[in-house]
């Protein structure tokens, strides 16, 4: 079964190689020309190495609290886990993103965050913008922004 993309996930995706529109193709991102470039990983499309793992905690913390972050919120999963304090401040911080206020930029505007990491800087940006996308290389710190998003209705 072959789905539009533009269907499914924001119309602003496209081939990382040719820029060629893609089909959701079962679980696959398919480009016309180049063949398969990505994957939909639990609805999170992945164009980079599934099992890459960079952070601040090990591998094991970090799918810990994504395991929890569902059950007992994205917060509660941090203080969990993080036993630093200066981290779990970090991480969940809303001043990251304080630097808005010396933008001047319509409520309207659209924002690209790179590099998102746990999402801190990204959902400050959305409480204040009509769309902030959050782009992030690693996939369980994905997971998690997609949880902090979805849990603080952003």
């Known amino acids: 079964m072959e789905v539009n993309i533009y269907c499914t996930f924001m119309p602003t995706l496209c081939c990382p190689a040719c820029r060629g529109p893609l089909s959701l193709v079962r679980d696959d991102f398919v480009c016309p020309s180049c063949g398969p470039v990505g994957r939909n990983i639990d609805g999170i499309p992945c164009f980079a190495d599934p099992d890459y793992y960079w952070?601040?905690?090990p591998l094991e913390s970090m799918r810990e609290a994504n395991r929890l972050a569902p059950e007992i919120g994205w917060r509660a999963a941090v203080e969990r886990v993080i036993g630093d304090k200066v981290l779990r401040d970090y991480i969940c911080a809303?001043?990251?993103?304080?630097f808005q206020k010396l933008w001047t930029l319509p409520r309207d505007?659209?924002?690209?965050?790179v590099g998102a990491g746990w999402g801190g800087i990204a959902s400050a940006l959305a409480a204040n913008f009509s769309r902030v996308v959050a782009v992030e290389g690693v996939l369980e710190?994905?997971?998690?922004?997609?949880?902090?998003?979805?849990?603080?209705?952003l």
Not at 94 to 98: I, T
Not at 109 to 113: E, R, T
């Open 109 to 113: 505007s659209s924002i690209l965050d």
């Open 55 to 57: 952070g601040e905690i």
């Open 94 to 98: 809303p001043w990251r993103g304080d």
């Open 141 to 153: 710190r994905t997971r998690f922004i997609d949880q902090r998003a979805r849990q603080m209705n």
